[in-house]
């Protein structure tokens, strides 16, 4: 986790989603496709930072969550909007396709 992305849980997810804009990367720690997309969403974390709220939510350790949005591969981005998703993207992004996905989002 870096400083600009939260770490959600099933515990904290819908407390922390229920308010403002939201993209959430879907990931775990053996996906190759997640490491190489992790540092792109940290770059958009840090670029968008007081716009929109990114965080991770680990699925080995979630499965809830992953479950209840039927997140069947990985990476995963959801992004929500006052606890409503407005989006969902599958696979690895590099950080313009991010920017573009949040943009299009909440516009």
């Known amino acids: 986790m870096s400083e600009n992305t939260t770490e959600l849980t099933e515990s904290n997810f819908d407390k922390e989603t229920k308010k403002g804009k939201w993209a959430i990367d879907f990931w775990a720690t053996w996906c190759g496709p997640c490491k190489i997309m992790a540092p792109n969403f940290d ?4 670029e968008l ?8 939510v680990n699925v080995d350790e979630n499965y809830e969550l992953a479950n ?37 989002s909440f516009s």
Do not use: C, Y
């Open 43 to 46: 770059s958009a974390a840090k």
């Open 49 to 56: 930072k007081g716009k929109v709220n990114f965080a991770k």
């Open 68 to 104: 209840k949005f039927k997140v069947m591969s990985i990476p995963t981005t959801i992004f929500i909007q006052d606890g409503e998703i407005v989006h969902a993207s599958v696979g690895a992004m590099n950080k313009e396709q991010i920017l573009e996905a949040v943009d299009n």
